[in-house]
């Protein structure tokens, strides 16, 4: 127990390069040694993380199972990682969500056909995922915000659609260009605090008292970074191309954790270090949040392939998690994390149910599928019952953190205009319409009216056992975080408490 | 028993899980389990029923934490409010719901999707009566939008067909515009009383703890719920379209689910309402407008389930006002009796399209001799909706004939309003009332007698007829007047009200038997005959055929701009503007390195100063993969771009 404590997080952390590195040095021909090296170094963190479950304390506030070991001396690094409220249920999402996909992986696996290099990433890309929401020092976090960018670039470069190229660079080049903001923004705060430091929680001490203008630039720096990572709207361009480009295990972690990292980075960085310029940016937020629920609702609206469609709808809800962020309150705060997680399982189930129909149908033309559920009864019962799921039905997991996030802009921050936010929350309520419209519309086009000529007498097959197996998880946390939301909230909402206590809130 | 009466929300709800996953294995393909679980939920109902109007002036309330978000007060609960209003709404939907499922077995039999259709009705019977039985605003949102994509799934339950998934899609996003207020009303009244609960924000209310603008705004907010769901104007224009769905789903919506839980609502959040004469205005316009319109559409259609679709949103509309005026007892009574009669109505038309195979009235006629008690019971039924002495209808409807009246003579031109727009409806009424069962049953049959054999249904349709026909004729002996008013003592709020005046229900009377008259006269004596579409009311007609036009203002004013070019303009935004924004900057820098390659390092530089050769080539190297997008460069630049930036603060700092 005593090592869990201390070195657990570690382990879930870095057991997958582990794997990695035993899948680089098995010979390629060794196919399965390969496929059951990836399930068990995705399995091995996961049952590290559930084990973490029982040294973790819920209900205390602050950090918890550190490690802080000294690293890099001359520039004052140190490997020091943590987890709290805020960041355990995203560190479980990440390991749960990874093994479904090298579940996944066991028969699915995009062209070309090269499950060394592909599993090997993908737990490459767990570790950098992983390791984001654990470490508490700039220096590890940049390492492991940028370890996610390759193996997810190559996954989407080499293993994507027909524009895979333009889709990966794209992706590979803008988050980059955000990084570099961050980054500025890090080696900022490093030279003004004194002593120099990266280390996140003395910023946190630091970090309020620095001047206002210095705060504000920091934050926009930082924020740039972060946003485009969300991504926040004007800057998500980049997601759609990469959505649609990606091989289905690519899309299923891009949008249940990557996207999640920019949010976090708000919520662990920005926010309670620069506490001054969060209340300064707040409206900005609030404001780009709601265009982007609004906006890619309508977006939505106007796409034919699946995949785009669920990628513009991602933009949609990340909008209704900076809307809780931006209130920065107790609930909206809340509401943002456990609308992340339920983004996560909902999305991601979106992105295993698109890459199944592409799979069948080789095609993810809406207006070419049709009648579904009267061809595959169960992917059509599955899809329709994510897509209700993500339109925020009471009762599933969507509905928490998008009414919350709502609730919360009625009564926003008090030093933050509650006028401005009742505007945003009339519009995010708009958007649950539209967004209600292009779900339902969708289910239509592909589930509902009668098959098709053209796939009349071709061979569909319905749901595989396999498949069932890698999604059961998901689907049941559809329905269980909504009907029992304290799973996520009884963890949440004391660190939750102790960040907004530093905004004054 | 009220100590259980969560089972009463819990047995559908597990019956909808367990029919999914096990129904198709069971011998009745799972009916057996909606059938029972909805049984068991009646007992328990019964039960419940008999307690609280034993005890009438007790509420009983019971609630555990669901979960919490954030200090404080902020919590949701899961729990149950029992009053005499709860008590009786379960009972009313446990019975349809029963006796739908009971009807359906044989409506049904044959159909592709048997099993998920009991699935289905499970659910909707389940999350209504979870709305029900909330003592907080949030459970009762769960049940609402739980009860929204029920009747969603049950009104596309012929998804084959795009007219009915596009009905099934219309009811869910029209109803779901006025729950986005209703979620606002939420909100509201959370931040004002600091809770969710019902009964502390009705406390708080009355003890003068909101301001009256906040009230007027939570309340009008909550309302919109209420026109979505109880298909007021303008939110009237999905109810017709959900006809598109199988007949017993029709009852179930119209009697006992969904449309209710409009009215339920305003009369559970009465509490805030009354504290606000504003916001019980606007309810009351609402109504009376919802009354007068719908009933003249309910004149003019010829498919026999539209001519009821159209009575019930008039119907809801009386509900309405009359809570809007005040007569709180009047309105939740006529929800009890309407639910008898409607629900009669609807399986009495399903039973005659089973006979006939269509809905539409032109393919009917002289039905009365072939089906001898679908017709006995459906004249019981049509007399009780048009308000006939004794018959149900007739004490629901006068008492809020006279509600209206005794809010008009307190003062109020709303009042007026509501009492003549409440008598015009119910000349209306009978008047369409008369028409529809002249043109079902009476006259020379329209069918195609080659083909279609009109016949009795079996026992499993005409047995809930018969006890629905039962209902219709003596529910509304709970309303009688004066001391004999039973249903006075179980469901009031604030004192008893002034419930009958022999005048006024003499002249009410005079006016639905001069509505029968008309529509008797014109429909079946043809006495009368008219081409309206050629008279000098022609532009009535066509106003009542385009349904006022409604329909097509939303759907070219907005559902189509939206969907088409509007959506259209916001992705050409999205790839013209903001990805062109971003592709420029990467080629851009394309070009700059090209430039900067060619013109500079290879003509200037390398040119130049070809002594350091081995140092330009190599930086040249590097530029020369920003022309094939290598990674690694765009790694080192930035690493560059770093130490240049750590530099320049160190000088500085």
Redesign the interface.
Known sequence: MDFLAHWGLTLSVFLPIVGAALIAFTPKEQEKTIKFLSLAFTFLPLVVGVLLLRVYHIGMTGMQLETNRSWIPSIGARYHVGIDGISLPLLELTLLVTFLCAIYSLKWLPEPHNPKGFLALMLLLETGMAGTFIALDLVLFFIFWELVLVPMYFMIGLWGGPRREYAAIKFFLYTLFGSVFMLLGFLALYFRASPHTFDVLQLQRIGPSLPSGIQNLIFLGMGIGFAIKVPMWPFHTWLPDAHTEAPTVGSVLLAAILLKMGTYGFLRISIPIMPHAARTYAPLIGALAVIAIVYAALNCLAQTDLKRLIAFSSVGHMGFVMLGIATLTQIGVNAAVFGMVAHGVITGMLFFIAGSIHERYHTREIPQLGGMALRLPILGGLLAFTAIASLGLPGLAGFWGEVLALLSSYNPLSALSSHTFRVYMVAGGIGTVLTAGYLLWMIQRVNLGKVPAQWEGKKLVDVQPLEMVAWAPLLLLTLGLGLFPRLIFDVTTHSVIGLTKLLGG | MRSVAWLIPVFPLLAFFLIVFFGKRMPRKGHEIGILAIAASLVVALGVFFQQIAHSDQVYERSVT??????GG?F?ELGMHIDGLAAVMFVVVCTVSLLVQIYSTEYMRDDVRYTWYYACLSLFTGSMLNLVIANNL?QM??G???VG?AS?LLI?HW??E?AN??AG?KA??TT??GD?GF??GI??L??AAGSFNIAHITSVVASGGVARGTLTWAAILLFCGAIGKSAQVPLQVWLPDAMAGPTPVSALIHAATMVVAGVYLVARMYGVFHASPAALNEVAIIGAITMVMAAGLALVQDDIKKVLAYSTISQLAYMVAALGVGAYTASVFHIWTHAWFKALLFLGAGSVAHAVHSFSMNDMGGLRKQMPTTFKTYVIGSLALAGIFPLAGFWSKDDIINGAYHSARAGSSVGWFVFLAALLTAFLTAAYVARMVALTFYGKPRYDPEHVHPHESPKAMTIPLVFLAFMAIFSGFLGLPGKLNLFAGWVRFGDVEHSFNLALDAFSTVLALSGLYLGWTIFKLHRVNIDLAKSPLAWFYKLLQRRYYFDDLYFNGIVHP??GP???A??WT?QKI??AV?NFA?TATVALGRFVYRDIDQQIIDGGVNGLAQGAGAAGNGLKFWQT?N?QI??AG?FV??AV??GV??IR?
């Open positions: 669901w979960f919490r978000f954030g200090d902020r949701v949030i949102l769960i609402w939008e739980g994509v969603y596309g998804f084959e795009r998934s596009n899609l869910f996003i779901r515009i986005v979620m606002f909100f509201v959370f931040w939206v969907a509007i959506a259209r916001a992705y999205n903001l990805d971003i990467g997008g990674v765009y790694a930035l771009g770093i930036f750590v603060f160190l700092g």
